[in-house]
């Protein structure tokens, strides 16, 4: 779906990934955008559309699904990165991108007409195996009369009241794998989010888009498909206020 730069939308690419086009600046959060990776297969190809015409990239934190360094290059070396702090020597050495901005959470960056702050996180730090570490963020952009909040992978925090209220909340559901370890949220925690986020639209990521190859041997496996409609379900009884809007990997909604 192509969209005007002048009309506010969010495409969901896929996993983490997502392409927020607001008051004409087009983000690329979390780019993984390779069809294999490791151990897991894509299982809907990358809309090419989304990579075009994207003004700057912003990496919440270095595990290998959200920082991924062949992602980047192929985004190219002159696009700008906004990243955690502490992550922009990887970022310059291994992907050789000449533009890197490293945030703390509560730092804030200006983007052509938009704001870019960074969000606390709770998620592991590390990158394996060589012990490279970085303090995890979300995001919040905002530009004009709407925001956008982009959690990256959390589980939910105290402090994300404080972020209250949000136009949108790009909400983290599932994985890509059957069971999640700490640090994440399953529906029912995404849907507490949304709660205390304030959000008046909330949109389900990290979900649908990857999994390990030998649990597809039999078909797509169930955990691509059912985490949205439980997350539906718990922001009915966790946030009645909020409106779901449920992107399949490639799908775009005008805000």
Do not use: C
Not at 63 to 87: F, I, K, N, T, W
Not at 123 to 138: K, M, N, Q, S, Y
Not at 224 to 236: D, M
């Amino acid at each position: 779906m192509v969209v005007s730069p002048a009309r506010a939308s969010v495409q969901y690419v896929g996993h983490a990934t997502v392409l927020v086009n607001l008051n004409g600046v087009r983000l690329l959060t979390d780019p993984l955008l390779r069809n294999r990776v490791a151990h897991l297969r894509r299982a809907v190809k990358v809309d090419a559309g989304a990579l075009r015409g994207v003004d700057a990239v912003l990496i919440s934190h270095l595990h290998y699904d959200h920082l991924d360094l062949p992602s980047l290059q192929r985004l190219g070396r002159d696009m700008p990165v906004v990243a955690p702090h502490g992550a922009g020597a990887l970022i310059r050495r291994k992907a050789g991108v000449k533009s890197v901005v490293e945030l703390r959470p509560g730092e804030q960056i200006e983007i052509g007409a938009l704001t870019v702050r960074a969000t606390s996180a709770e998620h592991d730090t590390g990158r394996l195996p060589f012990g490279i570490r970085a303090e995890p963020v979300g995001y919040v952009i905002e530009g004009g009369d709407r925001s956008v909040y982009f959690a990256g992978d959390t589980d939910v925090f105290d402090g994300m009241a404080d972020l209250a209220p949000v136009d949108v909340a790009l909400l983290p559901i599932w994985g890509w794998g059957p069971t999640m370890g700490p640090g994440h949220m399953d529906p029912i925690r995404a849907a507490q989010a949304a709660a205390l986020l304030g959000a008046r639209l909330a949109i389900p990521i990290h979900w649908g888009t990857y999994y390990p190859i030998h649990l597809g041997l039999q078909g797509p496996p169930d955990f691509l498909e059912t985490p949205p409609a439980l997350f539906e379900q718990a922001v009915r009884e966790h946030a009645p206020t909020t409106e779901v809007r449920v992107l399949q990997p490639g799908e775009t909604t005008t805000l």
